[in-house]
């Protein structure tokens, strides 16, 4: 349901999500980097689950009071999972070179942003991506396909789903692109009024 929310309606509900993803983001790349740091499984240590959860409040006030850095930092957070988890998927073992090739394009997505002042469709397409991928990831894990420990194994969610069968990565490709259609059609019109950002949640 967080998925499909995320996937078709992630721009109009992006004033509310924005501390939200900021918190996950935050609690995902604290507890890579303690992982990468010290050769452990993702979540398998107290110290990655901490580090995770003080990462995500600080992402999460951040992206609450800042709108453009919130924005700026979801989009990289969200572009290096997007890079490091494709590079797993194609075989790739975790390590240096998805992490690489992951902030390779949380750079690229993350410059795109702000030098072509493309929040808006950053916006719709990422949230596209991760809500399809989170939608078929809940439904593998339903089904018994996918486990949690497969996140752990692969640190992200991305990877399971592509791994389990080319129907699900295509289902992927297909639901994600429906969404930044019907995302970039009902919102042809409709801004944000960043200036006002903080003060909508009052």
């Not at 499909?4 to 935050?26: K, N, Q």
């Not at 924005?71 to 690489?100: E, Q, W």
Request: hydrophobic share 60%.
């Amino acid at each position: 349901l967080i998925g499909a929310l995320f996937c078709f309606v992630g721009y109009r509900a992006f004033l509310v999500l924005l501390p939200i993803l900021g918190f996950f983001a935050g609690f995902w790349l604290g507890a890579e980097i303690i992982a990468l740091l010290f050769g452990t499984g993702f979540l398998a240590t107290t110290t990655s689950i901490v580090s995770g959860i003080i990462v995500g409040l600080i992402l999460a006030v951040l992206s609450y009071f800042f709108y453009y850095a919130g924005v700026i930092i979801v989009a990289a957070i969200i572009g290096y999972s997007l890079g490091s988890g494709l590079m797993v998927a194609i075989g790739l073992d975790p390590g240096f070179i998805p992490a690489l090739v992951g902030i390779i394009v949380a750079v690229i997505v993350a410059g795109v942003t702000i030098f072509f002042n493309l929040q808006k469709y950053v916006i719709i397409f990422l949230t596209s991506l991760a809500g399809a991928n989170a939608m078929l990831f809940g439904v593998l894990l339903f089904l018994g396909r996918v486990s949690l420990d497969s996140v752990q194994t692969a640190r992200d969610a991305i990877q399971p789903v592509l791994q389990d069968s080319w129907f699900w990565a295509l289902a992927w490709v297909v639901i994600a692109a429906f969404g930044i259609y019907t995302q970039a059609r009902s919102n042809r019109t409709y801004e944000f009024d960043k200036s006002q950002y903080v003060g909508d949640w009052g």
